[in-house]
């Protein structure tokens, strides 16, 4: 999808399709009517008034003079947000691909005094257009009689006097970098385990960071183990396919302590000894999309060449039961000296993000941020609507919770006090891998983390419920692997970039 600028109030006459955005307001909708028909030198039947009322749940195709209007509602103007825009845009623009359509233009929505710049309008705009319309067919190879070709969009004109030209070239070309940095992340999240096991991420990893230029290393088991990350080690054993510790970094921050993002990569997890029942296991082959979401914001930093630096650490395992497994009662050593009694082969997470965020403070980081996809019990505390977030730095926490307000990745923090650090104790070894019961169970996974983190910044966002989806979340954020964390973190790291 190519994205051009007009600066002017008028389209580009040769588009196949205009959509255009609508309070929930009849006096302004007839009066907006009246310029899209002087605009496009058409008439509108009066009937298009008596229906289209403007609601955030309508998009309308009106066909007149042999041209295509679609009518996209955005709510009551009082109660206008980037969101309702994003939804309203990504729903047009489906709408218009599934007319195969090829080049459409869309009006930059002019809030009217709602205090949004026109770079948030065009940003939301673009990022809603390109991840509303992602799909994975990568495996679709044969094609049944009824399905009908694919057909994608390939030219959008955005247009509106919105101003400055080469202001509203840079919010779309760094749009369409975000957007692609979370597509990249859906995709990983989304491919098979037969096909993404440690060493095949790795090396997607490498390649990303020649696309986009940033180093990668990659750890062998061989490696792993010389370090003594114990937890990597044991929960890797069990498989044919070996662990990998992918080190990402890079530097567009001067000498500045960079930021460590560390993401969980368990390309498949069975459980390991401690089985997961089978119905529903296959979603499992998206338990790396922390790790997914650290390349995709890797991608898009890289690409904007954003004043920060930043370095990644994927710890990357498959979680199998054989009779190499590790068990249930064996006691692992983490990279940094502490030892952890497994009572659950299936708390696999925490133990490879042990060695994770350990490693993390040789980098002097200003913050640690790890993201998993690490506990079922996510779901039940706050299901699919939001990451949770632990963390023992409250400055670091709003930062992070005003980026998820801004891109709509909304972030809420559980409490991390001493009174559950209590539950991961362990009589035989330093620390245990899971907690008592199953009473509550993300903040334990949470402090079992933290135990790792030394005196560092950190905060550690549970991304279970939010990165794999059982049903769409909205119109732009589909069902699978959803790519969260990478908007959310481009945005965190926008926003530190700036204020430094
Ligand atoms: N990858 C899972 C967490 C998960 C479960 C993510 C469901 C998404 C959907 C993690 O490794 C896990 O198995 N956690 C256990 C921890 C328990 C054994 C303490 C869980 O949540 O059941
Ligand atoms: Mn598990
Ligand atoms: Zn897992």
């Not at 009824?146 to 390939?154: G, L, P, Q």
């Not at 999309?289 to 990644?312: D, E, P, Q, T």
């Not at 699919?384 to 709003?398: C, F, G, K, Q, V």
């Not at 969260?484 to 481009?490: A, I, N």
Request: charged share 25%; net charge positive; with cysteine.
């Amino acid at each position: 999808m190519k994205f051009n600028y007009v600066n002017s109030i008028s389209p580009d006459g040769k588009a196949e399709a205009y959509i255009y955005f609508l309070y929930r307001d009849e006096k302004r909708i007839s009066e907006e009517l009246k310029y899209i028909e002087k605009d496009l030198k058409i008439k509108f039947d009066s009937q298009t008034l008596k229906d289209f009322k403007g609601k955030d749940s309508q998009t309308y195709l009106v066909y007149q003079n042999g041209k295509r209007v679609f009518l996209s509602g955005v709510g009551k103007k009082e109660k206008f947000t980037l969101e309702k825009l994003r939804n309203s845009c990504a729903r047009a623009v489906k709408y218009a691909e599934s007319l195969k359509l090829k080049k459409i233009a869309i009006e930059i929505f002019n809030t009217d005094g709602k205090g949004f710049s026109y770079g948030d309008i065009v940003n939301a705009e673009v990022e809603s257009a390109i991840l509303g319309t992602y799909s994975f067919k990568k495996y679709k190879k044969t094609k049944s009689k009824d399905e009908e070709d694919e057909s994608r969009i390939n030219e959008v004109v955005l247009f509106g006097k919105a101003g400055n030209e080469k202001d509203i070239k840079k919010v779309i070309n760094d749009s369409v970098i975000i957007a692609n940095g979370t597509i990249t992340a859906r995709d990983i999240g989304n491919e098979p385990g037969n096909y993404m096991y440690p060493d095949s991420l790795a090396k997607l990893v490498v390649s990303e960071g020649k696309k986009h230029k940033y180093d990668v290393k990659v750890l062998n088991e061989k490696e792993i183990a010389k370090l003594g990350m114990g937890g990597v080690i044991g929960v890797g054993k069990g498989s044919e396919n070996p662990p990998r510790f992918i080190i990402m970094k890079y530097n567009g921050g001067g000498n500045k302590n960079p930021i460590v993002f560390v993401g969980k990569g368990v390309t498949f997890d069975t459980g390991g000894i401690s089985l997961k029942p089978g119905a529903g296991m296959e979603n499992m082959k998206m338990d790396m999309c922390g790790a997914a979401a650290v390349v995709g914001i890797f991608n898009a930093v890289a690409s904007m060449k954003l004043k920060v630096n930043i370095i990644g650490i994927i710890p990357s395992v498959e979680n199998m039961p054989s009779h190499n497994a590790f068990k249930p009662g064996d006691i692992l050593t983490a990279y940094n000296g502490m030892t952890i009694e497994v009572q659950n082969t299936d708390a696999e997470g925490r133990l490879i993000l042990a060695d994770g965020v350990a490693y993390a403070d040789n980098f002097k980081p200003k913050y640690i941020i790890d993201m998993a996809t690490l506990t079922g019990a996510a779901l039940i505390a706050l299901g699919h609507t939001a990451s949770i977030a632990i963390t023992n730095d409250n400055e670091l926490y709003n930062k992070v919770r005003k980026a998820g307000d801004e891109v709509f990745e909304r972030v809420w923090e559980l409490p991390s006090w001493d009174e559950y650090d209590k539950l991961i104790d362990s009589d035989v070894a330093d620390v245990c891998n899971i907690g008592k019961g199953r009473a509550a169970g993300s903040i334990t996974a949470g402090m079992f983390i933290k135990r790792f983190v030394a005196d560092n910044k950190w905060l550690h966002l549970d991304i279970a419920g939010t990165a794999m989806l059982p049903a769409a979340a909205s119109e732009y954020v589909p069902k699978y692997s959803s790519g969260v964390g990478v908007r959310l973190f481009t945005k965190f790291l926008i926003n530190e970039a700036n204020n430094n």
